[in-house]
């Protein structure tokens, strides 16, 4: 396993979700509605950035586990709790404005953890 203190996937991650617009995701719940007949804030978010599915997670990929927890609860990329919350709102986002809030939310948790990785270094 890479290094879990290179924050470089963590950081490309974030930048991926602060770049994502609200047409960006209009376009994806569009091609998201040939796999699912409803607003599915996990299938977007999955066309967008990977995010909860092992094979296309850049965290996963990057730290090659095949993890099916995006919260970390076991096998999770950061073996904490802290993204649940944002995770359940990603996934229970019903509009493009909840899912846009919701990815900014997540990139916002895991900036403060890199923030506090760095401090107690």
């Known amino acids: 396993m890479k290094n879990e203190k290179d924050f470089t996937p963590f950081l490309e991650l ?70 649940k919350s944002s995770y359940n709102m990603i996934e229970s986002a019903e509009s493009v404005e909840e899912l846009y809030s919701a990815l900014n939310e997540r990139a916002t948790v895991i900036e403060t953890w890199i923030k506090k990785q760095r401090r107690f270094r």
């Open 14 to 83: 974030i930048e991926k979700y602060r770049s994502i617009t609200i047409s960006d995701i209009e376009v994806a719940a569009i091609k998201a509605k040939k796999v699912v007949d409803s607003f599915n804030g996990r299938v977007i978010a999955n066309c967008l950035t990977g995010f909860a599915d092992h094979r296309s997670c850049s965290l996963c990929i990057y730290f090659n586990i095949n993890c099916l927890n995006c919260y970390g609860v076991i096998n999770g990329c950061f073996k904490l709790n802290l993204l």
